[in-house]
Nanobody, 122 residues
Framework: QVQLVESGGGLVQAGGSLRLSCVVS????????MAWFRQAPGKEREFVAA????????YYADFVKGRFTISRDRAESTVYLQMNSLKPEDAAQYYC???????????????WGQGTQVTVSS
């Protein structure tokens, strides 16, 4: 049974930083893609960033380029999202997901964590 457990969310002032972590109970294969999505109240879930587990290739939504960095620790089966220069509009529930291929569509990912809340005060 694959489980994803996120942590690291919290309250931060605008301009601040947070690092989210996602531990995967079953080590991903090299072909898997790990991604972060977010969902704010009343909005659809949207793609934030992704990383190919084997090659380490990364992908970002335009609105986080230059501010967020996704990385993975293969030995620890953990994926991270370093978030810098946070803005109030970044506030959302952040979810970790595992998929078989890269996509920005939530439906392409088979396994999801329960989410971690990020709140950004102005």
């Amino acid at each position: 049974q694959v489980q994803l457990v996120e942590s690291g969310g919290g309250l931060v002032q605008a301009g601040g930083s947070l690092r989210l972590s996602c531990v995967v109970s079953v080590r991903p294969y090299s072909s898997h893609v790990m991604a972060w999505f977010r969902q704010a109240p009343g909005k659809e879930r949207e793609f934030v960033a992704a990383v190919r587990w084997g090659a380490g290739t990364t992908y970002y939504a335009d609105f986080v380029k230059g501010r967020f960095t996704i990385s993975r620790d293969r030995a620890e089966s953990t994926v991270y999202l370093q978030m810098n220069s946070l803005k109030p509009e970044d506030a959302a529930q952040y979810y970790c997901a595992r998929g078989n291929s890269y996509s920005v569509r939530p439906g392409s990912y088979s396994y999801w964590g329960q989410g971690t809340q990020v709140t950004v005060s102005s």
